[in-house]
């Protein structure tokens, strides 16, 4: 049980309220003034603890950046993608503001203050609502699930409303646009995979030819991979093999015939083992000896003609082809040799296969997505997005779509519903019907016909009775006659 102890100093008589903890060890609850407002202290210790709401109340002296920095961020449990994002989500927007601040000293009232703060900085209300909603949040719910601060200060504050825009999906004819563009055959094979598929960009740039049953047709998506800064990953490397995808779920799905023949040739074409990735980075370059003779000169944006394999080619041509890049290297190479050069530290080779998306995007998808002239500029993701649009246009059923996808919920696949931009013409042909019924529409031409027909009727009963009345005339006038 609890008690109060006196306690004399230099500045008077205070009280110090002890209790003991839900270990038996023996907390302080605080030094005060009067032993009334010391028993208030312990006897609130107590409660807290007989309601599993046990904490040190000292605790929530320390500085919002200690405990996020020392306590919940290197424990909390989330996927290193995300913890890359959070780390920046911190720096960026949220310790600036409450790092040197004391735990017990935010409020509901601080942290409106900062939303506003951050509203006149120019901060998006999307991303706001993700620092506060999925930052702010979980770490004032550790703190109070841990005993750290006794309420929650983010709890019930609300952020401006950020509104969900439509989707624009890419139309069959706007993707085949965009393919044609494409730079190579394996860039164009990558993307029909893609929208043939749906699958995410590290589950599809994680595909392996193993995953693939060519007699069946059936994929297994089993992995995906995730392109990390080297020091949020576990090896201080770029890419990260996840063993499962987004969700934490594994799914089974077929693809078309043509798709799948297309991707067995692939395979056999580059000698692909069952563990080799159907699309990477590990392309040998072309042998500049076995090239046509007029293919080694080019014309630069300049204006003049280099030839490959140079170094004026390089650095005047702005050519970046390996042979041009290797000539460079062999130049700087040979200087160093000579103690011409104070060369920097050698960078590390990263040799791993996968493809960075950010590569990718700028070398192939950015620049078909040019030349195809769209008037919109669709994501490589937007594929995904397209992929269900066309399922579910084309009749397919909604869970089947939903296990394809890998949703958990299924009213996430009910937001491709009427995507298309032919989505609403049926609509469109209901409202006219009721607008204009085809009766109404068609009485003009009727009309017309109906009067034709009965002015021909009226003209032939007429003809009838002409002759009728000369018939008549005819027989009365040999009658007149004998009178």
């Not at 506060?132 to 550790?142: E, H, R, V």
């Not at 050519?319 to 190479?333: D, E, F, N, Q, V």
């Not at 089947?400 to 996808?405: A, D, F, Q, S, W």
């Not at 519903?417 to 019924?437: F, Q, V, W």
Request: aromatic fraction near 8%; charged fraction near 25%; hydrophobic fraction near 35%.
């Amino acid at each position: 049980m609890g008690f109060t102890r006196k306690r004399k100093g230099p500045n008077g008589t205070r009280y110090q309220a002890l209790y003991n903890d839900a270990r038996g060890i023996r907390q302080t609850a605080g030094t005060f003034a009067t032993r009334k407002e010391a028993d208030r202290a312990w006897q609130r210790a107590e409660t807290r603890i007989a309601e599993g709401k046990a904490g040190d109340p000292r605790r929530a002296r320390q500085t919002f950046r200690t405990y996020v920095e020392e306590r919940w961020f290197p424990n909390h449990r989330i996927e290193a993608s995300t913890r890359q994002d959070y780390a920046y989500a911190l720096a960026s927007h949220v310790m600036p503001y409450f790092g040197d601040m004391r735990l017990q000293d935010i409020t509901s009232e601080t942290v409106r203050e900062w939303i506003t703060h951050l509203n006149k900085q120019g901060v998006s209300a999307y991303r706001i609502k993700y620092c506060k909603t999925a930052i702010l949040n979980a770490i004032f719910t550790t703190a109070v699930n841990d005993g750290v601060l006794v309420y929650h200060p983010s709890r019930g504050v609300k952020t401006d409303p950020v509104p969900e825009k439509p989707r624009q999906i890419i139309t069959a004819d706007q993707f085949a646009r965009i393919y044609e563009a494409l730079p190579d055959e394996t860039s164009k094979l990558l993307v029909e995979t893609d929208i043939e598929s749906g699958l995410r960009w590290g589950e599809l740039t994680e595909l392996r030819v193993k995953d693939l049953d060519f007699a069946t047709s059936i994929l297994t998506v089993s992995r995906a991979v995730v392109e990390l800064v080297p020091k949020f990953h576990p090896e201080g490397r770029r890419f990260l093999v996840k063993d499962y995808p987004k969700g934490q779920r594994w799914r089974r799905f077929k693809l078309s015939p043509q798709i799948v023949a297309k991707l067995k040739s692939h395979a056999e074409a580059h000698n692909l083992a069952p563990d080799d990735l159907f699309f990477s980075r590990r392309a040998e370059p072309p042998n500049l000896e076995l090239l046509d003779p007029e293919a080694l000169t080019f014309e630069a944006p300049n204006g003049r003609t280099y030839t490959h394999g140079t170094i004026t080619a390089y650095s005047l041509g702005k050519c970046k082809c390996h042979h041009c890049r290797a000539a460079y290297a062999a130049y700087r190479a040979d200087r160093r040799a000579q103690g011409k050069d104070n060369p920097r530290k050698p960078r590390a080779i990263d040799d791993d296969p996968h493809i960075p998306a950010s590569w990718f995007r700028n070398h192939c998808w950015h620049p078909a997505r040019a030349a195809a002239d769209l008037g919109w500029s669709p994501r490589i993701h937007d594929l995904r997005h397209a992929h269900a649009s066309w399922l579910l246009a084309g009749g397919a059923d909604l869970q089947v779509v939903k296990e394809r996808l890998g949703h958990r919920k299924i009213s996430t696949t009910e937001r491709y519903l009427h995507t298309l931009p032919t989505a609403d013409e049926t609509a469109l042909d209901a409202l006219a019907k009721i607008r204009t019924p085809p009766s109404s529409q068609d009485a003009p031409a009727d009309l017309e016909a109906q009067l034709a027909e009965a002015q021909a009727k009226i003209t032939q009963l007429q003809a009838v009775l002409a002759d009728q009345l000369i018939a008549q005339h005819t027989e009365t006038r040999p009658n007149l006659r004998s009178v």
